[in-house]
């Protein structure tokens, strides 16, 4: 009898503080996680497309962390949209926006090597969303 996928996933001791997250830093899940954990984080980085792993894969800490990540993303990224229409703030608003784009690329990147990666003021944002 080979063993399920499921066997291998970490107890609830194994993870950090309230929110659920992996205590990784930047190291690989034990097991590797499933091409379909790996999607699901890399559409969480995906405008409108991070509400899917946020529900579908609810208790997933992998791709819970990363739909958490991409959810305050898809926000600020909606919020520069909004207010870079023509205004004085543009400037302000368009440099927001490159650095929403580059944190989600980042993202990708981490989540298609399969690393969990804190990123720098989304991941603390994340952490206080209770959802």
């Known amino acids: 009898m080979s063993n399920s996928f499921f066997d291998h996933e ?12 992996p205590d990784l830093d930047n190291e690989k899940l034990d097991s590797g996680p499933a091409e379909d954990r790996r999607m699901a984080a890399i ?18 800490p992998y791709a819970y962390f990363h739909a958490r990540q991409g959810l305050v993303l898809f926000f600020i ?10 205004h004085i703030s543009q400037l302000f608003w368009v440099a927001i926006l490159i650095a929403c784009i580059g944190s989600a690329l980042a993202g ?24």
């Not at 970490?10 to 929110?19: I, Q, T």
């Not at 990708?108 to 959802?131: C, E």
Request: charged fraction near 25%.
């Open 10 to 21: 970490k107890h609830d001791d194994e993870f950090s503080g309230e929110s659920g997250i």
């Open 43 to 60: 559409m969480a980085y995906i405008p409108f497309l991070c509400f899917i792993p946020l529900i579908k894969m609810r208790d997933d």
């Open 77 to 86: 990224e909606i919020v520069a949209l909004i207010f870079s229409f023509p």
């Open 108 to 131: 990708v990147w981490f989540a298609v090597q399969g690393k969990t990666y804190r990123l720098p003021i989304i991941s603390n944002l994340a952490d206080k969303i209770k959802i």
